[in-house]
């Protein structure tokens, strides 16, 4: 977002754009005048946006404070307009707006921008493509207002740094291991140094291995969220089922809360590459098709709120109530379940133990830089463990791909299978399964047996990628559904008599896609014989809604 050459000519014109006289006049219908004068502030860092400034004459300019005073990222002329993702989220504001030169601009609220978005196409499309192009030079250059301090090689970087990276915010780091002025850092900030990793929230707060709430919580990533008000429908899981929920209410009218523990993308956010989602010829990664879809969920009104969970759901009562921790818990009218599943760990209890230094789950650029020149395993044979092996051997000396079974056809798109044979730095071992892991504070040994033959091979390998499947994450329903023997939930058509006691089913048979509460549906991977493909899940949420109606006007009368 910065006002230098680090934008070419067409890139700068599209994140700053200037509105024709007939764009300007209807972006002002939605806003009011305002006269300014020199040095006046319009917007301060970590305050909610609660508006966007178009201006009419004069020069306003959007700077950084830090410590060396404030750094210019961008100014603004007649015709131009103030805003980045924040103010559509309403989080709070990771720059200052100040007026450079007096005149007048054309204060537009929230809420009249929210309205403008879902009615004026051109105008739309104009400002969502310069907000998302301005956060994403914010989130390249590290423009925002948080800096983490910590080793590579601790799991607490890592995961701090996968969470801010899955909610596009943008943050500094700096590697306790090589930067010298980490030191300094902390001397001024009066924090002794440790094998802590540390989060420098705006510009003073310093929070040691923080989780994902508390750093949600000081970044104001939830500030915007009343969970007083009961809600239409409240979706579980940001997913691409949880996603494609949010995006069909919210365009039909509905009042929607989407909770998510981590951040938008769900098991999908972890793919380098989805090649075989219709529309994507070239293909397009996890993170950024899930990027897409939250902001266009934002864009028709839906709330999400981040780094907080389902734990518990009250079925006895109408509304239902979804408690997220403490006495926290929100109501909703229908419930769409889309919590997916949990990573399937590996029977190998040693390695288990490296989860984060070492072993990985996902395979995302932070990863592949993490193992760049290094031999790597995947273990999986499903199309995420293909992808990851891929996308992997683009970095990594050497991919190991282990599979327990005799070869990939049964479980893996055609398309892979041919990437990995054609890979010359990919070796598949069949039949195969890790029985040894070692290390320190970080993984430093593998070993995997062949089952048809008992050879062992392996050795000084620092990097494994478990690919294996999941399990669903249905724990805390605590009996409120019906599961099928794998826990999986059970919909529609796979409901018996017996799992249809609660009231409500006299007059009718379950929805498609509804569990065996009324007005309660499932998505995606949690939902007992899904496929286990995006498209599916996108197709499911889509529809849901559909469903989601029908109960909210029987509900009604």
Known sequence: MTDTPLLSVARREHAFPTLSAA??????????????AAGEILIQPGMPVRAIFAVRSGRLEAVRPDEAGE???????????????????????LVRIRVSEAGEVVEVPRDGLLALLQTDGELSDILLRAFILRRVELVAHGLGDAVLVGSSRQPATLRIKEFLTRNSHPFAY?????????????ERLHVGKSNATLLICRGSIVLRDPTNEA???CLGFNRAVNLE???DVVVLGAGPSGL??????????????????QGPGGQAASSSKIENYLGFPTGISGQELAGRAFTQAEKFGAQLLIARSAKTLECDRTPYAIGIGGDQRVAARAVVIATGAQYRKLACLRLNSFEGAGVYYVATFMESQLCTGDTVVVVGGGNSAGQAAVFLANTAKHVHMLVRSRGLKESMSRYLIRRIEETPNITLHTQSHIVEADGTDHLELVRWKNDQTGEVDGGAIRHVFVMT????NTEWLNGCLALDANGFIKTGTDLVAADLAAP????????LLETSLPGVFAVGDVRGGSIKRVASAVGEGSIVISFVHRVLQAANG
């Open 71 to 93: 750094t210019l990222i961008t100014q603004q002329t007649a015709g131009e307009f103030t805003g980045e993702i924040s103010v559509v989220a309403g989080r709070p504001s």
């Open 23 to 36: 764009q300007f006049a209807r972006l002002a219908r939605v806003g009011q005048p305002r006269r300014v």
């Open 229 to 231: 008000r009961t809600r």
């Open 215 to 217: 750093i949600a919580d």
């Open 244 to 261: 494609a929920a949010a995006v069909y209410a919210a365009s039909e009218g509905l009042d929607v809360l989407v909770i998510e523990p």
């Open 469 to 472: 499947g999941a399990v669903p």
């Open 174 to 186: 700096l590697d306790a291991d090589t930067d010298e002025s980490v030191c300094d850092l902390l």
């Open 504 to 511: 409500g089913w006299r007059d009718r048979a379950p929805h």
